[in-house]
């Protein structure tokens, strides 16, 4: 082998030997993603959050920078959260608010999410067939707001149809 050959392969070596390095913290981020879950969180969301922190944190990332998650409600509601269909998220950023609903059933579904002021004015809606989730939808005012999320085979065949006025804080 010639000498230009012997030092071209060690240059190409050292090189994905910095590479490999270089790109080591973010191999070991991605296998530790992080989500702020808030002070006020239950105890479901808080366990949803640590056995699933690859959704929550790609949930959060969806909402956009500097939300934190407030809640998390397997779905159905009532159901064992390693039984669940879906998995609906708020997160919040101030006084805004964000809410996903996370697909658990591997294909996709009809899927609907709805999220209003606790007025029923500024409303954000996504509907349609989805594999991954639904929203994200976004609030302006988080107090009381009502969020509506259905699952089904179609839109007149549901299996989940959940309404709640306590996704996000009342206060």
Same mark, same amino acid.
Request: neutral net charge.
């Given at each position: ?32 993603? +992080?989500?702020?879950?808030?002070? +006020? ?9 640590? +056995? ?14 500097? *939300? ?8 159905? +509601? ?12 708020? *997160? ?80």
């Amino acid at each position: 082998m010639s000498r230009s050959a012997v030092v071209m392969r060690a240059a190409l070596a050292a090189a994905a030997l910095a590479a490999a390095v270089l790109t080591a913290p973010q191999a070991v981020a991605a296998d530790r993603p +992080e989500v702020t879950v808030s002070g +006020e969180a239950d105890a479901m969301t808080r366990a949803l959050a640590q +056995e699933d922190p690859r959704t929550a944190a790609a949930a959060a990332t969806v909402c956009g920078t500097g *939300y934190t998650l407030s809640r998390a409600v397997p779905l159905p +509601e009532g159901t064992d959260p390693g039984m669940r269909l879906a998995t609906l998220f708020s *997160y919040t950023n101030g006084a805004k608010g964000c809410a996903i609903m996370d697909n658990n059933v591997g294909v996709s579904r009809y899927m609907s999410l709805k999220i209003c002021k606790v007025d029923g004015t500024g409303c954000d809606t996504d509907t349609g067939n989805f594999s991954q989730y639904a929203g994200p939808v976004y609030v302006s005012s988080i107090a009381c707001a009502k969020v509506t999320a259905k699952m089904g085979t179609s839109s007149s065949s549901l299996f989940i149809n959940y309404s709640s006025s306590y996704l996000f804080p009342c206060n």
